[in-house]
């Protein structure tokens, strides 16, 4: 995965709440079992009217509107457990998610594939929000390494969590895999102090 320390982006609002998995990326979409073109049918059915055509007043197809952080309401990435959700989010650009709760599962899914999932208090996405209302190229500074997210026009800021684990492989850009491969020389010194003492026990 690409390594996450700081990002300074402009700033997509979504002030919808209760988004699921399924409104990030239809069902109908989730043959392919590799990570790469999902991003084309995030938000599919909000995004595109039946015959394919854009609709004007999705924020995806606002020209005010872009950035690499996604803005959105309460209760984001619930409903199914799947993936690909992630995946599209990821795909088409995002590398930060802010909203006030997300899904637990969609949360590890987001982690799990490179995606910064900041949970901040409602009062403080309400600041957020009001933010890209006046000012639709205003900037935003999500610091991985503080684990802060920062209003930049005001300094205004709030501190998040994330799993102790999660962060140190998104500072490295590491997936679980590249993880255990940064530790071979710490293990192959342990099977081998391990066996060398499996062997002294066994000449007793």
């Not at 043959?31 to 995030?42: I, S, V, Y």
């Not at 949970?119 to 309400?126: C, Y």
């Not at 491969?181 to 010194?189: N, P, T």
Request: hydrophobic fraction near 40%.
């Amino acid at each position: 995965m690409e390594k996450f320390q700081t990002l300074i982006s402009t700033a997509v609002p979504l002030p919808i709440e209760d988004v699921d998995t399924d409104q990030i990326i239809p069902a109908r979409f989730l043959k392919a079992t590799t990570r790469e073109g999902f991003g084309e049918n995030l938000f599919r059915d909000w995004r595109f009217g039946p015959d394919g055509a854009p609709r004007a007043e999705f924020v995806l197809n606002n020209p005010l509107y872009s950035g690499s952080i996604l803005v959105a309401g309460r209760n984001f990435g619930c409903g199914s457990s799947r993936e690909h959700a992630a995946w599209s989010i990821t795909d088409y650009g995002f590398r930060v998610v802010v909203s006030s709760f997300f899904a637990d599962i969609f949360r590890g899914n987001a982690l799990n594939n490179g995606l910064l999932p900041v949970q901040v208090s409602d009062v403080f996405l309400h600041a957020i929000f009001s933010e890209i209302e006046t000012n639709p190229r205003a900037s935003f500074k999500a610091d991985l390494e503080a684990q802060s997210f920062t209003i930049v026009s005001t300094g205004q800021a709030e501190h998040f969590d994330i799993d102790p684990y999660k962060r140190m492989c998104l500072l490295n850009g590491y997936d679980d895999i590249d993880f255990l491969l940064s530790m071979k020389d710490e293990i192959a010194a342990f099977e081998a102090e391990r066996s060398r003492k499996a062997g002294f026990v066994h000449t007793l």
